[in-house]
Every structure is written in structure tokens, then in C-alpha cells.
């Protein structure tokens, strides 16, 4: 079994109407579906896997922040009084700093990998991986002068598995913030040593456990941004924010819950989705803020499996894109997909997990270098012959080319 198989439907999902426990057992069996796409599914394993280099001019740095919600009790451990949240920071820094950032801990990995159901390597894996981000490194950047992206990541998984997609935004200039929300995930280690496991996971069949999610995720959201742009905020470089241009971008039902957040918060100026089914309400008056929709051809094309899209796609009513990408898997788009080929694991992708990433850091950049700072991307206009893997969607005619 590959990392992020197991509970590829919850997190990628079909249908609101479909229940969650039958879906993830179906789902976590289909094959992948054919693609035009001609590429290996895996590679020779590595012994010390890594993620791609950013490739922005900046070095980057990154910490990790505890911040604690004292105007709410926790809302999958209703005794914990407060909530707290784990989160970390990528942002352009002025030099390589002396200690790359570590993946995740060896605790964290063998949780993970347990979780997964994952075997045939060690359980620490995934606290070997090389990144590109340098730990603590000084802040570069003027007063109120870079972007803020949030990332939200699937269920059941960690931050950490967008790191790659975060450390090249960062080496772009801008300041990334992800985060783990709590009890929602196999592994989240707290400063004082505490580390938390899934209880949410333990709840998917309770009614109205979706939007209880969604309500969640939106609330940790404004909560972070509150932390982060508010008078006394969390982190010593939170003073190079622009508190102007803030967007977000999840995954799965990290990105479900961007529409969430953007419903909720004002200050989000613009959200991703990456191959998440879609659960929030959105008005009849609709969203009127710029939104790409990002997924898997087999999946989330206009008129197919997952009709969430095609319904909320009516409601947005600002700069919209549908894009799909031939022959990727739901974990494609995360670090996931590149580890799982480093690690010989395959993930049933006709696209290579390298690929995947290249394509989602090229697309996600260029969404908010549009939209954050209004540089014009052609790239988002049509189809490109440097990504044919990458396909533009019409729903009006069930189309994608």
C-alpha cells in the first residue's frame, strides 16, 4: 500500500450524498484509469528521499509556531478548553542558514506510515527526507512587502506533506503558512513533547461530520491569520506581511475547505482547491473572488465522478479556471506522490510523482502571482506545450484540452 491510499476517498471524495465509510473502501480499491500520458509509475527506491529544489531566486527559511485559541474548547476533544494549533512557516530568507529543516520526526513517519497501512520500508522514513528549507533563517523582505498563502492539507495527513509546494512559493517571495489542525491527522507533535493523533477519524460516520470539518478548518484559518497580521503577532518576521494580499490553497479537504474559509473570511483574496471534493455552501449570491479549481482528470472532470465542482463552479462569480491533469492520482499534487516513488512504493499515477510537483508548483505559483500581484500569466489563458499533461475544462460542454 502507498502513502495516501488508504483514505483517498474521504479525502478526495465523490459526493456529498455518498457515505464516507463505503466510499473509502471503494475508492482505496479502483485502479487507476487509462491516460495518454507515457511515463514510469515508479522508481529504483532511494535511500534519502527529497523534495525537488525550489526553484525561485530566494533561499528559504522556515519555523514552526504553537498558537492557542483561548475563545474556543477544542472541537473533536470538547475537554481541552482551548484550541491549539501547530503551524509552520516558509519565507524568503537573506541566506542559507547552517541546519536544513527536518521532514517530520521519526514518530511522526511511523504514524503516518502506520496509519497509511504502509509497509515494506522503515518506519522512519519519512524523517530522512532532504528538504530544501533552512530552519530558523533570518526573514528577508521589506515592511508589509511579501504575500500570505495559507495550506491546508488532506485529511489524516500533515502540513508537512505540502512542504514542497511551500518551499517554492516561499523561494518566490512569498511567506507560506501551513497548518496542522489538530486531532484531524495521524501525528502532530506539540512543543512540550505532547503528540496527537486522529480522533476526528473516529467520527466520519456522525451526521454532519463534513460540514463540522469545513467549520473547523475555517475557523483555524481566521484564527492563524488573526495570529499572524493581528497587533501582537506570533512569529518575529509577521511584520513583512502584506495583510492586503493574503489567498489560500488545500488539498483535498484541505481544499474543500479554502471555499470554507474564503466564505467565511474576508481578508482571503483568492483559493485553490486541489482535488477535493466540495462541501461548504456557498450563497446564491455566489463567491466574487478569483478561484482555480486544480484535480485529477479521472476524477474531477466537468461532468464525471465528483459533481461538487460542477455545482459550485455556477456560484463563482469572479476570474475562475477548471484545470486537470492527465494520468495524476489524488496525491499527486503533495509531496506524496514524489516520496512514494522515491521509496518504490508506486501510487497507481501514470504521471511520474516528480512531474506532479513540477506542475503543481508552476500552475498554484502563477494562480497567485496573478491574483496577489496582479502579474499577468499567459500560462493561465491556455493550454501549454511545456504541460500537455495539463488540461483546461469547459463544463459547459463537459469538455477538458
Known amino acids: 500500500m502507498t502513502i495516501g491510499s488508504r483514505t483517498r476517498g474521504l479525502r478526495g471524495g465523490l459526493a456529498a450524498a455518498t457515505t464516507l465509510l463505503a466510499f473509502v473502501l471503494s475508492a482505496a480499491c479502483s485502479p487507476a484509469p487509462a491516460s495518454p500520458v507515457s511515463a514510469t509509475t515508479s522508481a529504483t527506491p532511494?535511500?534519502?528521499?527529497?523534495?525537488?529544489?525550489p526553484t525561485g531566486p530566494h533561499p528559504v527559511g522556515t519555523t514552526s509556531v504553537y498558537l492557542k485559541d483561548t475563545s474556543r474548547p477544542d472541537p473533536w476533544v470538547p475537554q481541552q478548553k482551548a484550541r491549539e494549533l501547530m503551524v509552520t512557516?516558509?519565507?524568503?530568507?537573506?541566506?542559507?542558514?547552517?541546519?536544513?529543516?527536518?521532514?517530520?520526526?521519526?514518530?511522526?513517519?511511523?504514524?503516518?506510515?502506520?496509519?497509511e497501512g504502509?509497509?515494506?520500508?522503515?518506519?522512519?522514513?519519512?524523517?530522512?527526507v532532504r528538504t530544501g528549507a533552512f530552519s530558523d533563517a533570518k526573514p528577508a523582505g521589506r515592511r508589509h512587502g511579501l504575500p500570505l498563502v495559507v495550506l491546508?492539507?488532506?485529511?489524516?495527513?500533515?502540513?508537512?506533506?505540502?512542504?514542497?509546494?511551500?518551499?517554492?512559493?516561499?523561494?518566490?517571495?512569498?511567506?507560506?503558512?501551513?497548518?496542522?489542525?489538530?486531532?484531524?491527522n495521524f501525528a502532530e507533535t506539540f512543543p512540550d513533547g505532547r503528540i496527537t493523533t486522529c480522533v476526528a477519524c473516529k467520527a466520519t460516520q456522525d451526521p454532519g461530520f463534513t460540514t463540522k470539518l469545513m467549520q473547523v478548518r475555517a475557523a483555524d484559518v481566521s484564527f492563524v491569520i488573526d495570529e499572524l497580521t493581528g497587533p501582537h503577532p506570533a512569529w518575529r518576521g509577521a511584520s513583512l506581511i502584506d495583510p492586503s494580499r493574503?489567498?489560500?490553497?488545500?488539498?483535498?479537504?484541505?481544499?474543500?475547505?479554502?471555499?470554507?474559509?474564503?466564505?467565511?473570511?474576508?481578508?482571503?483574496?483568492?483559493?485553490i482547491d486541489m482535488d477535493g471534493t466540495t462541501y461548504a455552501s456557498i450563497p446564491d449570491s455566489g463567491l466574487p473572488r478569483p478561484f482555480l479549481f486544480l484535480g485529477t482528470q479521472a476524477n474531477h472532470s466537468p461532468g464525471g465522478r465528483d459533481t461538487s465542482w460542477d455545482r459550485d463552479w455556477k456560484l463563482l462569480t469572479r476570474w475562475k479556471r477548471w484545470l486537470v491533469v492527465a494520468g495524476a492520482q489524488h496525491m499527486s499534487f503533495t509531496d506524496l506522490g514524489l516520496l512514494n516513488d522515491q521509496l518504490g512504493l508506486g501510487h497507481n499515477a501514470v504521471l511520474p510523482g516528480t512531474r506532479g510537483m513540477q506542475i503543481t508548483r508552476r500552475y498554484v505559483l502563477a494562480f497567485f502571482d496573478l491574483n496577489l500581484r496582479n502579474q499577468p500569466q499567459p500560462l493561465l489563458d491556455k493550454p501549454s506545450k511545456r504541460y500537455p499533461e495539463l488540461k483546461?475544462?469547459?463544463?459547459?460542454?463537459?469538455?477538458?484540452?
Open 89 to 115: 512557516l516558509w519565507y524568503p530568507a537573506t541566506s542559507p542558514g547552517r541546519q536544513r529543516a527536518q521532514y517530520m520526526t521519526p514518530k511522526e513517519s511511523e504514524l503516518l506510515l502506520k496509519g
Open 46 to 53: 532511494s535511500a534519502t528521499p527529497y523534495l525537488l529544489k
Open 152 to 184: 491546508s492539507p488532506g485529511f489524516q495527513v500533515t502540513r508537512k506533506t505540502l512542504s514542497g509546494l511551500a518551499e517554492d512559493l516561499a523561494s518566490h517571495g512569498y511567506v507560506v503558512a501551513g497548518i496542522d489542525h489538530t486531532y484531524e
Open 118 to 128: 504502509v509497509t515494506g520500508v522503515p518506519y522512519d522514513a519519512l524523517s530522512r
Open 246 to 271: 493574503i489567498a489560500m490553497a488545500g488539498h483535498s479537504l484541505g481544499g474543500a475547505s479554502a471555499i470554507a474559509a474564503l466564505v467565511k473570511d474576508s481578508r482571503l483574496r483568492a483559493g
Open 392 to 401: 483546461f475544462c469547459s463544463p459547459g460542454t463537459n469538455t477538458c484540452q
